[in-house]
């Protein structure tokens, strides 16, 4: 019967039970592999039975390195099944006591001299837990395991004379394959040819791996595996954790920088009526009791301001924001922001702040430098890969937009306070044709702007960069610039041709604030899906004052990405966006689901 057919009488995917995995299966899957069971039993039926005359014999097995990785799979829970019957051992137990961890006992056994080559620390008694990477037996009474965990790595070295069961030395190793989670006690020492080991008295499996794991030789390389399947790229490849470890260390940094700076951390709704803050397409939910239409909000703006006005001078907060738009290298629906108000300060204050701030942390992330080597193409590690220096040293460069524009393009520009005009919308429709530059509709001023800059002004910003004097029209929440008629006092901070933070002194005045955000609603009925709507809460909060104030906004994913010399954003997000690998995927079933099912976007 098809797909269409079987959706059409109702019946849901996956609904006859493997009574050898315990997986829910197709009926047509659950055929095919009693089917490939019943010829690989006839055929071992057939073969001829040799007694094991050497326990050698009977430790060798079949060979596991032939199996593919579903008969990998089915052999695996067949073992684990057989001993959650038995308990012996209990392949699931509830604790395992652990003296060091595997850092520590490293840093404490490790140094040269500790333990001689060949010996044993007497009377040292330690319990270590991890992951078994590679196992490597040499003849059934000697085994070497490689354990890894929190980024180092312990040898296991187990001999069946040190085993405190050493009549069930054998079958107790048998149990453990790559990938398992094993706890083991015994004696620091240290192998004849140097290598730091422990030799175990006892070794217990705390969790066993079902899957096989990829070979130790080819690593996991595929990208869609990596981002799909984060936990399997972690266990394999250390530069993923050392990436991670990174972007934990620039938060951690920004945390410190600004509560030194007298900043209180705050946190700002998630959902509200009015998607406001920022220029972008948000996403919409619905809140059931209420019957209610929400937005994600796009940026935390509007709140933090409203703080401010309510005396909480200093304040930010570090989250997700979520826009409805494209996924591409750079771009994520939902990414990590981080966004301050500081009271009294305007965008020259902001500017200092933001070179002061990443400076210190590229030296810190460094020890001490201030550049960074960034690799545009991708290719770090190849000959002859193209590499830029980005250098935080500062000050640092700072462009003109509307004089940058009259340079590179050969022509003047209407007066500050003319951009906003149907003139101007004439002219920048001519000036983009003229230049090739694309900007669908809606060509509004702001728009057209934009695409200029990000055709002629951002190429030029390597090394990070400010782009300094945009119009007003462009910026609904910025003051107007005191010495610029139509321009507003605005920054953007640029780095390798991408913006990474966005800052402004904010306007304050309530009455041109209603006129800014009318501006936005008639852009938004032009057919501009990112234009803002009239949030009157906020208006409301300007009407009883804000004192004046700069607001600073940094992309976290993007600055992360510079930093660690990644040019994908998803190599920077444990959990990346991606498409449905199946897009009509089994519901759900009590006791599991389906093997290579995922509810990841």
Same mark, same amino acid.
């Given at each position: 019967?098809?797909?269409?057919?079987?959706?059409?009488?109702?019946?849901?995917?996956?609904?006859?039970?493997?009574?050898?995995?315990? @997986?829910?299966?197709?009926?047509?899957? #659950?055929?095919?592999?009693?089917?490939?069971?019943?010829?690989?039993?006839?055929?071992?039926?057939?073969?001829?039975?040799?007694?094991?005359?050497?326990?050698?014999?009977?430790?060798?097995?079949?060979?596991?390195?032939?199996?593919?990785?579903?008969?990998?799979?089915?052999?695996?829970?067949?073992?684990?099944?057989? #001993?959650?019957?038995?308990?012996?051992?209990?392949?699931?137990?509830?604790?395992?006591?652990?003296?060091?961890?595997?850092?520590?006992?490293?840093?404490?056994?490790?140094?040269?001299?500790?333990?001689?080559?060949?010996?044993?620390?007497?009377?040292?008694?330690?319990?270590?837990?991890?992951?078994?990477?590679?196992?490597?037996?040499?003849?059934?009474?000697?085994?070497?395991?490689?354990?890894?965990?929190?980024? &180092?790595?312990?040898?296991?070295?187990?001999?069946?004379?040190?085993?405190?069961?050493?009549?069930?030395?054998? &079958?107790?190793?048998?149990?453990?394959?790559?990938?398992?989670?094993?706890?083991?006690?015994? &004696?620091?020492?240290?192998?004849?040819?140097?290598?730091?080991?422990?030799?175990?008295?006892?070794?217990?499996?705390?969790?066993?791996?079902?899957?096989?794991?990829?070979?130790?030789?080819?690593?996991?390389?595929?990208?869609?595996?990596?981002?799909?399947?984060?936990?399997?790229?972690?266990?394999?490849?250390?530069?993923?954790?050392?990436?991670?470890?990174?972007?934990?260390?620039? #938060?951690?940094?920004?945390?410190?920088?600004?509560?030194d700076m007298g900043f209180m951390e705050v946190e700002t709704p998630m959902m509200s009526m009015l998607a406001g803050g920022a220029t972008a397409k948000p996403f919409v939910t619905h809140h059931n009791d209420l019957d209610l239409?929400?937005?994600?909000?796009?940026?935390?703006?509007?709140?933090?301001?409203?703080?401010?006005?309510?005396?909480?001078?200093?304040?930010? @907060?570090?989250?997700?924001?979520?826009?409805?738009?494209?996924?591409?290298?750079?771009?994520?629906?939902?990414?990590?922001?981080?966004?301050?108000?500081?009271?009294?300060?305007?965008?020259?204050?902001?500017?200092?702040?933001?070179?002061?701030?990443?400076?210190?942390?590229?030296?810190?992330?460094?020890?001490?430098?201030?550049?960074?080597?960034?690799?545009?193409?991708?290719?770090?590690?190849?000959?002859?890969?193209r590499e830029v220096e980005l250098e935080f040293k500062r000050p640092w460069k700072r462009y003109d937009m509307i004089g940058t524009l009259e340079e590179k393009l050969g022509v003047a520009f209407p007066p500050g306070d003319e951009?906003?005009?149907?003139?101007?919308?004439?002219?920048?429709?001519?000036?983009?044709?003229?230049?090739?530059?694309?900007?669908?509709?809606?060509?509004?001023?702001?728009?057209?702007?934009?695409?200029?800059?990000?055709?002629?002004?951002?190429?030029?910003?390597?090394?990070?960069?400010?782009?300094?004097?945009?119009?007003?029209?462009?910026?609904?929440?910025?003051?107007?610039?005191?010495?610029?008629?139509?321009?507003?006092?605005?920054?953007?901070?640029?780095?390798?041709?991408?913006?990474?933070?966005?800052?402004?002194?904010?306007?304050?005045?309530?009455?041109?604030?209603?006129?800014?955000?009318?501006?936005?609603?008639?852009?938004?009925?032009?057919?501009?899906? @990112?234009?803002?709507?009239?949030?009157?809460?906020?208006?409301?909060?300007?009407?009883?004052? #804000?004192?004046? &104030?700069?607001?600073?906004?940094?992309?976290?994913?993007?600055?992360?990405?510079?930093?660690?010399?990644?040019?994908?954003?998803?190599?920077?997000?444990?959990?990346?966006?991606?498409?449905?690998?199946?897009?009509?995927?089994?519901?759900?079933?009590?006791?599991?689901?389906?093997?290579?099912?995922?509810?990841?976007?």
């Amino acid at each position: 019967m098809s797909s269409e057919a079987a959706a059409a009488a109702g019946a849901p995917a996956g609904t006859h039970k493997d009574p050898v995995t315990g @997986e829910m299966i197709s009926k047509q899957e #659950l055929k095919r592999r009693e089917k490939q069971r019943a010829k690989e039993a006839s055929k071992a039926s057939k073969a001829p039975v040799v007694a094991a005359t050497t326990k050698e014999a009977a430790v060798a097995g079949p060979s596991e390195d032939d199996l593919n990785p579903n008969q990998y799979y089915e052999m695996r829970c067949r073992q684990i099944k057989e #001993l959650k019957k038995t308990q012996d051992p209990n392949p699931y137990p509830h604790k395992f006591h652990v003296s060091r961890s595997l850092t520590s006992y490293v840093d404490t056994y490790g140094p040269e001299g500790k333990i001689p080559a060949g010996t044993k620390v007497d009377g040292a008694v330690e319990s270590l837990a991890g992951r078994i990477h590679n196992i490597r037996a040499s003849g059934p009474k000697l085994r070497f395991y490689d354990l890894h965990g929190e980024g &180092t790595k312990v040898q296991i070295m187990a001999t069946q004379q040190d085993a405190t069961d050493s009549e069930g030395f054998i &079958t107790a190793h048998e149990h453990f394959r790559r990938g398992d989670i094993v706890g083991v006690t015994g &004696t620091p020492s240290r192998t004849k040819k140097g290598e730091l080991s422990i030799t175990p008295t006892s070794m217990t499996l705390l969790a066993p791996n079902l899957h096989q794991l990829p070979s130790a030789h080819f690593g996991l390389k595929d990208q869609e595996t990596r981002y799909r399947k984060r936990y399997l790229d972690l266990i394999m490849n250390e530069h993923t954790r050392k990436l991670f470890i990174t972007r934990s260390r620039i #938060l951690n940094y920004i945390r410190r920088f600004l509560d030194d700076m007298g900043f209180m951390e705050v946190e700002t709704p998630m959902m509200s009526m009015l998607a406001g803050g920022a220029t972008a397409k948000p996403f919409v939910t619905h809140h059931n009791d209420l019957d209610l239409d929400l937005y994600l909000r796009i940026a935390p703006e509007l709140y933090l301001k409203e703080l401010v006005v309510g005396g909480l001078d200093r304040v930010y @907060e570090i989250g997700r924001v979520f826009r409805n738009e494209g996924i591409d290298l750079t771009h994520n629906p939902e990414f990590t922001i981080c966004e301050f108000y500081m009271a009294y300060a305007d965008q020259e204050d902001l500017m200092d702040i933001t070179e002061a701030m990443l400076e210190g942390m590229v030296k810190t992330l460094t020890g001490g430098k201030t550049t960074v080597v960034y690799h545009p193409d991708g290719n770090r590690g190849v000959e002859g890969a193209r590499e830029v220096e980005l250098e935080f040293k500062r000050p640092w460069k700072r462009y003109d937009m509307i004089g940058t524009l009259e340079e590179k393009l050969g022509v003047a520009f209407p007066p500050g306070d003319e951009l906003h005009t149907e003139e101007t919308n004439k002219f920048l429709r001519e000036v983009c044709v003229k230049h090739n530059v694309d900007c669908s509709e809606p060509r509004t001023n702001a728009r057209m702007l934009d695409k200029l800059v990000g055709e002629f002004i951002e190429p030029l910003c390597i090394s990070p960069s400010f782009i300094v004097g945009h119009p007003q029209v462009m910026s609904p929440l910025a003051k107007w610039h005191r010495s610029r008629p139509g321009l507003c006092e605005r920054f953007e901070g640029f780095m390798c041709g991408k913006e990474f933070c966005n800052a402004y002194t904010e306007l304050n005045d309530p009455f041109e604030q209603r006129l800014r955000f009318e501006e936005q609603v008639r852009q938004k009925e032009q057919g501009d899906d @990112e234009a803002q709507g009239v949030d009157e809460v906020f208006i409301d909060a300007l009407e009883h004052g #804000l004192a004046p &104030t700069g607001g600073w906004g940094l992309g976290i994913d993007r600055l992360v990405m510079f930093l660690t010399d990644s040019t994908n954003i998803k190599e920077v997000l444990l959990f990346p966006a991606m498409k449905p690998v199946d897009t009509n995927p089994p519901a759900a079933t009590a006791g599991g689901h389906p093997l290579g099912t995922s509810g990841q976007v």
